[in-house]
């Protein structure tokens, strides 16, 4: 009976420690996930898309600055609807969009989806590089 005793007590501690254990899925313990840091060479008439996963009530900060080159030819985010869309040629929603700019930055809050943030290089002839750092804060 004893060692009875002793086992079930024994689960009722490993039941309640799983409960309270900040690492698992759904605790809402704040995370805060990085998405991309560094550079990214990018070629002639050519673009470099960052595709990231959201949870309801995440935010997204995002920044790009010329490192070589003399701008970013273009620079938004959308959803992955609306990315489809742009690489289709047809009619899309695009957050942020800006041309012919030296720095590249916003902050959002999401909606759960996939979404992309999309920079692009319309020269005939010249290669760019562009310095990049993108995160997500959320609850995990």
């Known amino acids: 009976m004893k060692s009875l005793n002793k086992l079930?007590?024994?689960?009722?501690?490993?039941?309640?420690c799983a409960e309270n254990n900040p690492n698992e899925p759904g605790s809402?313990?704040?995370?805060?996930?990085?998405?991309?840091?560094?550079?990214?060479?990018?070629d002639p008439q050519s673009y470099w898309y960052l595709k990231f996963k959201a949870l309801e009530g995440d935010s997204i900060y995002f920044e790009a600055i010329?490192?070589?080159?003399?701008?970013?030819?273009?620079?938004?985010?959308?959803?992955?609807?609306?990315?489809?869309?742009?690489?289709?040629n047809q009619n899309a929603q695009l957050r942020d969009y800006q041309e012919a700019i030296t720095s590249y930055s916003?902050?959002?809050?999401?909606?759960?989806?996939?979404?992309?943030?999309?920079?692009?290089?319309s020269a005939m002839f010249s290669s760019k590089e562009y310095w990049i750092r993108?995160?997500?804060?959320?609850?995990?």
Request: glycine share 8%; net charge positive.
């Open 8 to 16: 079930l007590i024994f689960s009722l501690i490993i039941s309640a």
């Open 28 to 42: 809402n313990t704040p995370v805060l996930i990085d998405l991309y840091h560094g550079t990214v060479n990018l």
């Open 66 to 88: 010329v490192k070589v080159g003399n701008d970013i030819s273009y620079a938004f985010w959308c959803d992955s609807i609306n990315f489809e869309r742009w690489k289709n």
């Open 106 to 121: 916003f902050k959002a809050s999401l909606s759960e989806g996939t979404y992309y943030v999309v920079l692009g290089n």
């Open 134 to 140: 993108g995160y997500i804060r959320g609850l995990r």
